[in-house]
Nanobody
Framework: QLQLVESGGGLVQPGGSLRLSCAAS????????IGWFRQAPGKEREGVSY????????KHAHSVQGRFTISRDNAKNTVYLQMNSLKPEDTAVYFC????????????????????WGQGTQVTVSS
């Protein structure tokens, strides 16, 4: 059974940091690109950060560029999202998702390409 489980969300003050984790099971993790997406109340789900299956390519949305870092440990079947300098507008449910690419440097930013999703973790940035 293909499964992704997010963790690490919570309440943080503006300017603070959080590290989200996405743990995978039930599939050959090293063949999948991983994306982090978020959805705020009343808004559409949007892409945040992406990493290729090899880890050699990363991409970030303009809104988080320079503040968020995505990384992966294929030996642990886990992807991380380090979020620094958090802003109230970063408040959302964060989801990780997987897209089969084979072991490569390819990564797609289209939400429609991702077909395995986690259940999400809430991130709230507030004083």
């Amino acid at each position: 059974q293909l499964q992704l489980v997010e963790s690490g969300g919570g309440l943080v003050q503006p300017g603070g940091s959080l590290r989200l984790s996405c743990a995978a099971s039930g599939f050959t993790f090293k063949n999948y690109a991983i994306g982090w997406f978020r959805q705020a109340p009343g808004k559409e789900r949007e892409g945040v950060s992406y990493i290729s299956s090899s880890g050699g390519t990363t991409k970030h949305a303009h809104s988080v560029q320079g503040r968020f870092t995505i990384s992966r440990d294929n030996a642990k079947n886990t992807v991380y999202l380090q979020m620094n300098s958090l802003k109230p507008e970063d408040t959302a449910v964060y989801f990780c998702a997987a897209d089969w690419r084979g072991y490569s440097d390819l990564v797609d930013t289209s939400l429609a390409e991702y077909d395995v999703w986690g259940q999400g973790t809430q991130v709230t940035v507030s004083s």
